[in-house]
């Protein structure tokens, strides 16, 4: 079963993207400038905000869940 989790090994603010990444199986750079055109085009703050939620919300791998 996966599971989403905050990437530990790659990781640029929180591991994100890196984690996203690693869950689709795709390169987090990518990830990381879909993120960046959508918050851009969002005016910048629904996307950080959901940013901030997700660091909040997801563990690290290797943390045990709440």
């Not at 390169?27 to 703050?45: L, S």
Request: aromatic share 10%; charged share 15%.
């Amino acid at each position: 079963m996966k599971r989403l989790y905050r990437s530990t090994t790659d990781q640029l603010v929180a591991g994100i993207c890196g984690g996203i990444g690693e869950y689709l199986e795709i390169d987090p750079n990518v990830i990381r400038v879909i993120w960046v055109i959508i918050t851009a085009i969002t005016g910048f703050v629904p996307g950080i905000v959901v940013y901030i939620l997700l660091w909040i919300i997801l563990p690290q791998r290797g943390q045990a869940r709440p």
